[in-house]
């Protein structure tokens, strides 16, 4: 028996869009995988950093309504360029490297992960966010030294469950997907680092 929501739904045409929508990015991601994931990334990027302007406008009480706009196009540019990319190629790598076969291959995939990609990754965000903020070298090493431990072991905190699920158990299209989806709030505690 088909509810009477369901039927509005279905007479309104909603529900419709979503699929549709899905539908598009399936089709995207199957034409132009590197493209789709890094369009993907800059997007959820920037909206990461709005985000966490937006919440530590709220959490100082101020009524201005000016955000940094060249922050959340930081965030875009280095999701684009850098997290889409990256992490399409990483995951193709590790399929290829450790595939599912080998014994202990959801551990050694982790371990990769965790101890080899993640802190080069960090280091790389904090060495191009320096850089698209005009910073010179000295307070890139002052940012490396007061940020870059920290966030690594936060870092290893919030993403080695996800990871371990996202390397395993998500399939392969879909994971840099669901690290995007993740590092939105991972970027709102990064840009927080920044201030």
């Known amino acids: 028996m088909v509810s009477a929501a ?21 089709r995207l991601l199957r034409l132009y995988p590197v493209l789709t994931k890094a369009a993907t990334s800059g997007i959820l990027s920037a909206l990461g950093n709005f985000l966490a302007q937006v919440m530590a406008k709220q959490r100082k009480k101020e009524n201005s309504q000016k955000l940094d706009v060249s922050g959340p196009l930081r965030y875009a540019i280095y999701g684009f360029f850098f997290t889409g990319p990256l992490s399409h190629f990483f ?5 290829h490297w450790i595939p599912s076969e080998v014994p202990w291959a959801g551990v050694k995939r982790l371990l990769l ?3 080899l990609f993640a802190p080069a990754f960090l280091l790389l965000f904090l060495l191009v ?6 910073r010179d070298a000295a307070a890139l090493s002052v940012q490396i030294r007061r940020s870059f431990w920290p966030a690594l072991r ?6 080695t469950p996800v990871q371990f699920i996202n390397i395993n158990y998500v399939p392969l299209q879909f994971r840099v997907l669901v690290a995007n989806l993740v590092s939105l709030f991972w970027y709102i505690y990064l840009a927080s680092l920044g201030k």
Do not use: C, H, I, T
């Open 6 to 26: 369901s039927k509005l739904r279905a007479e309104a045409g909603l529900g419709a869009l979503p699929q549709r929508a899905l539908a598009q990015y399936l």
């Open 154 to 159: 936060m870092n290893w905190r919030v993403w």
């Open 91 to 95: 995951y193709l790598f590790m399929e």
């Open 113 to 115: 992960d965790r101890l």
């Open 129 to 134: 966010m320096n850089f698209l903020e005009g």
